[in-house]
């Protein structure tokens, strides 16, 4: 392996600008107005507007992305992990987080020990988005029944890096502009719907913007990991303002 198989010394997060602080009176309030108008009547355009009028207020994408450092760097260590299972096996994987013995043991069982070892509870409300971004995606690999973490495949990896990646970002979304927004609507059906709008859609925007990349998660050296993420987050973001802005 080029460009340091088992190596998992990782550069620290790429370095973005300061932020400068949003106009007063712009884009948090038009945000949470669209998702508010979203969650009574399942407008999937008012969700979307909504999700990219926050992106604009955060400083465009890599303003936003800056925001979540804590959820980057968890992502981060997911992407190492698939990394360095696609290359390494199952036991070098989960080696730099101690975690080796739990090779064979299940899959579920093995993320949530990761989860501890990346997100331990008790910590920043970014910890915390994060953490939740795990535990969400853990609950929706249980529901399809998968197996043991020595039996999965690369792209079993991939894809539980992009579910927490995207429901990081919808669970950042939620807490800024969107918990009181999505929930004023009685009809709980509703709240669901408009939940599942803005999930769908982030969703949507993090694998247009992961494909673009034209990477697998094997491909990126460690040496390269924060930057591939923080890129992705800030592209990801991007996307979800070019199309919110369409709708």
């Not at 990761?114 to 988005?129: Q, W």
């Not at 029944?145 to 020595?150: C, E, R, S």
């Not at 094997?218 to 924060?226: G, K, L, T």
């Amino acid at each position: 392996d080029d460009e340091g198989a088992g190596d998992d010394t990782q550069t620290p997060a790429a370095a973005y600008p300061p932020l400068r602080p949003p106009p007063a009176g712009s884009g948090l309030g038009a945000a949470r107005g669209n998702l508010t108008r979203g969650a009574r009547t399942s407008d999937g355009r008012a969700v979307r507007r909504g999700a990219g009028q926050y992106v604009s207020a955060s400083g465009g994408g890599r303003g936003a992305a800056r925001r979540m450092p804590s959820s980057r760097a968890v992502a981060g260590g997911i992407a190492s992990l698939a990394r360095n299972f696609a290359t390494q096996g199952a036991a070098e994987a989960l080696r730099p987080f101690n975690l080796e013995g739990l090779a064979g043991a299940p899959a579920v069982d093995v993320f949530v020990a990761l989860t501890d070892a990346l997100c331990p509870p008790g910590g920043t409300i970014d910890e915390a988005i994060a953490r939740d971004a795990m535990l969400e995606t853990i609950a929706a690999l249980a529901a399809e029944g998968v197996g043991n973490f020595d039996e999965m495949t690369p792209t079993d990896l991939q894809e539980f890096f992009i579910g927490v990646v995207t429901r990081s970002i919808e669970g950042k979304i939620l807490n800024e502009v969107g918990t009181n927004s999505i929930r004023v609507s009685p009809d709980l059906a509703a709240v669901e719907r408009a939940q599942r709008m803005l999930h769908d859609f982030v969703d949507g925007c993090v694998r247009d913007r992961f494909a673009a990349s034209g990477s697998s998660l094997a491909d990126v050296s460690s040496r390269n990991i924060d930057d591939f993420v923080s890129d992705l987050y800030g592209a990801a973001f991007d996307l979800m303002q070019t199309l919110g802005e369409a709708s």
